[in-house]
Nanobody, 122 residues
């Protein structure tokens, strides 16, 4: 499956942004999906994951109540709604697909999008 992330940009602290990840070339609903992010000089870190049906989601502690993951299997698209953005949320955000249940480790995912840059100014 091919993944294409989009929706990043330059925003101010406190703003909201929604990232999208469009999937093609596979059966989207067969994959658990996740969002990760990587800031310069730092390792890629888990942000959120969602089950194949979208019925369950899991979040890193630092984004609980702040970000919302969702998916539309009819549109083969994954979303990440980000509210109350902070400068420390600045990073390249990646979407990923895999067969593991609510996986939080990058190596548990099989397919990756190219990333979309989010920059939050203070």
């Amino acid at each position: 499956v091919q993944l294409q992330a989009s929706g990043g940009g330059l925003v101010q602290a406190g703003d909201s942004l929604t990232l999208s990840c469009a999937a093609s070339g596979g059966t989207f609903s067969s994959y658990g999906m996740g969002w990760f992010r990587q800031a310069p000089g730092k390792e890629r870190e888990f942000v959120s994951a969602i089950t194949r049906s979208g019925g369950l989601a899991y979040y890193a502690d630092f984004v609980k109540g702040h970000f919302t993951i969702s998916r539309d299997n009819a549109k083969n698209t994954l979303y990440l709604q980000m509210n109350s953005l902070k400068p420390e949320d600045s990073a390249v955000y990646y979407c990923a697909a895999g067969t593991k249940y609510l996986a939080t480790m990058p190596e548990r995912y099989d397919y990756w999008g190219q990333g979309t840059q989010v920059t939050v100014s203070s």
